[in-house]
């Protein structure tokens, strides 16, 4: 580790997207001109050409001091890939980064002002939006067996008398404190980790964002959620999960892994069980609309019995999806 302390370290995970990067970076670097900080790429094995690829484009722009790139030996998803950049300098803050994204100016100025407002605000978010500028859901309470429910059931009536269980928020215009927020970029103090730890290598890909700020919630740090700072998201850059979903495919059984391992640390069997359950009587309602012609497919193939993935072991190890790949 650094002995040097930064204001700002950024880690950016990577891979196999060096061309979102390279075309992330010259905005980035621009916005990092007027802090003491550094970027950290960990390029988590793309075994693609990605590290000697973005190693050229850095030199070539001289910015070999202020970026380096890290290379892991393992594929080992997105709480590892963070955690390899996070530990490797001593900062104040850390702002982690996804791949597919674009900053607009000023924005992680405007992260840090907000971090220091307060000492007990521990997380912060911008605005996530698309390229056009509408923006993007960032801001989300906590999964909750009633959440499941109204995610299954799809029902507007529902959704409208229990809106408090719905995990997305809309669309912030105001500084807000969400329970959760989107780790596509985020600011984190390094006091926070100091507390909690860091974020759950149990986690290869999602649910270690709202798991992590589980933990930071219960120790008593604020997140807060500036909507005047901006950045683009293109989504999709390393995960097929949102189109699959878009879809209607199966998912990967590493989404329902993760999900698995939520319910049961923040709640307990009791309430793994309880979400699933849940879950049943929801889809159960959706699946009468579309038989009855009301509604489009409401859930992923698979999902009425993935959902049960590991519930006799929810803490198992994640199944890597290489695995996965060559079991199927």
């Known amino acids: 580790?650094?002995?040097?302390?930064?204001?700002?370290?950024?880690?950016?995970?990577?891979?196999?997207?060096?061309?979102?990067?390279?075309?992330?970076?010259?905005?980035?670097?621009?916005?990092?001109?007027?802090l003491h900080a550094k970027i950290v790429i960990v390029d988590n094995n793309s075994a693609d050409g990605s590290v000697e690829k973005l190693t050229a484009w850095i030199q070539s722009r001289d910015?070999?001091?202020?970026?380096?790139?890290v290379e892991s030996k393992?594929?080992?998803?997105?709480?590892?890939?963070?955690?390899?950049?996070?530990?490797?300098l001593k900062s104040k803050y850390y702002l982690l980064l996804n791949s597919d994204t674009l900053i607009r100016?000023?924005?992680?100025?405007?992260?840090?002002?907000?971090?220091?407002?307060?000492?007990?605000?521990?997380i912060v978010s911008p605005r996530l939006e698309w390229p056009d500028g509408i923006g993007q859901e960032s801001c989300f309470r906590f999964h909750t067996p009633w959440s499941e429910f109204l995610g299954a059931a799809k029902t507007r009536v529902f959704e409208t008398a229990f809106r408090r269980f719905v995990v997305a928020m809309p669309v912030q215009n105001r500084t807000a404190g969400p329970d959760w927020t989107s780790f596509a970029c985020v600011l984190i103090k390094t006091e926070v980790f100091q507390s909690?730890?860091?974020?759950?290598?149990?986690?290869?890909?999602?649910?270690?964002?709202?798991?992590?700020?589980?933990?930071?919630?219960?120790?008593?740090?604020?997140?807060?959620?500036?909507?005047?700072?901006?950045?683009?998201?293109?989504?999709?850059?390393?995960?097929?999960?949102?189109?699959?979903?878009?879809?209607?495919?199966?998912?990967?059984?590493?989404?329902y892994e993760s999900r698995t391992r939520f319910f049961y640390q923040t709640y307990g069997r009791i309430?793994?069980?309880?979400?699933?359950?849940?879950?049943?009587?929801?889809?159960?309602?959706?699946?009468?609309?579309?038989?009855?012609?009301?509604?489009?497919?409401?859930?992923?193939?698979?999902?009425?019995?993935?959902?049960?993935?590991?519930?006799?072991?929810?803490?198992?190890?994640?199944?890597?999806?290489d695995i996965e790949k060559s079991n199927t």
Request: net charge positive.
């Open 1 to 34: 580790m650094s002995k040097e302390p930064l204001q700002l370290s950024c880690v950016i995970v990577n891979y196999k997207t060096p061309d979102l990067i390279i075309t992330l970076l010259p905005d980035l670097v621009n916005e990092l001109v007027h």
């Open 63 to 69: 910015l070999s001091v202020g970026v380096i790139v």
């Open 74 to 88: 393992f594929n080992c998803g997105f709480a590892a890939g963070n955690n390899i950049g996070i530990k490797l």
């Open 105 to 122: 100016n000023g924005a992680i100025r405007k992260l840090v002002v907000t971090a220091e407002s307060s000492n007990r605000v521990g």
């Open 196 to 255: 909690v730890g860091m974020l759950d290598e149990g986690y290869f890909m999602y649910f270690e964002d709202v798991e992590f700020c589980y933990r930071a919630r219960m120790a008593g740090w604020e997140i807060k959620h500036n909507p005047n700072a901006r950045v683009v998201h293109l989504r999709g850059g390393s995960s097929p999960v949102k189109e699959m979903t878009k879809l209607k495919r199966r998912l990967p059984r590493y989404y």
């Open 271 to 321: 309430g793994l069980t309880a979400a699933n359950l849940f879950w049943w009587v929801g889809r159960l309602l959706s699946k009468t609309r579309q038989i009855l012609g009301r509604t489009d497919k409401a859930a992923n193939a698979g999902e009425w019995l993935d959902i049960w993935v590991n519930w006799l072991n929810p803490l198992k190890p994640y199944t890597h999806p």
